[in-house]
């Protein structure tokens, strides 16, 4: 019988390396399963309930490896806004990389955006790039990750 408790999946291909380590470290101390997706080999050096899985190098496989797996309560960490709507329409919990969580109220309003943006960079406008990443980004996560953990199942 599986084990139905909450799990985290890490959409791998994008995420930082600090996040990365922050998860590991999170669910070692927690004994958390988490898996990491990607189209790539990844080294992860953690314990056992933390695994990466390898998918295809073809578009949106790790998307849809984490659609399929993911159950109600679990975590998705991700930087994909439509895999975000898509795990959350499943019942599972998204965050980005920097510690904001995605809901069901603004998911609509953040694809349409990114909609907006693709078609401006479409039409050759400079839109720019993300943020750097920052060590506040790296505590938002990791106090948005122990929030979570220390809710799970409940």
Not at 89 to 103: E, H, M, T, V
Not at 133 to 145: E, G, K, P, S, V
Request: aromatic letters at 6%; charged letters at 25%.
């Amino acid at each position: 019988m599986e084990d139905a408790s909450p799990r985290i999946w890490v959409d791998a291909d994008a995420c930082p390396v600090a996040i990365r380590e922050i998860v590991v470290r999170a669910a070692e101390r927690a004994r958390v399963p988490a898996t990491f997706v990607a189209n790539q080999w990844l080294r992860l050096n953690g314990p056992a309930w933390v695994r990466a899985m390898q998918v295809p190098a073809t578009p949106d496989a790790a998307d849809s490896a984490i659609v399929e797996a993911v159950r109600a309560g679990d975590l998705v960490i991700t930087q994909d806004i439509p895999l975000a709507a898509l795990v959350l329409g499943k019942g599972a919990i998204a965050i980005d990389p920097r510690g904001q969580p995605y809901s069901a109220d603004s998911i609509g309003e953040r694809l349409s955006m990114r909609s907006f943006m693709d078609e401006l960079r479409g039409a050759g406008v400079q839109t720019g790039g993300a943020a750097p990443f920052h060590a506040r980004d790296r505590q938002a996560f990791a106090n948005r990750l122990d929030r979570w953990i220390a809710t799970r199942g409940r």
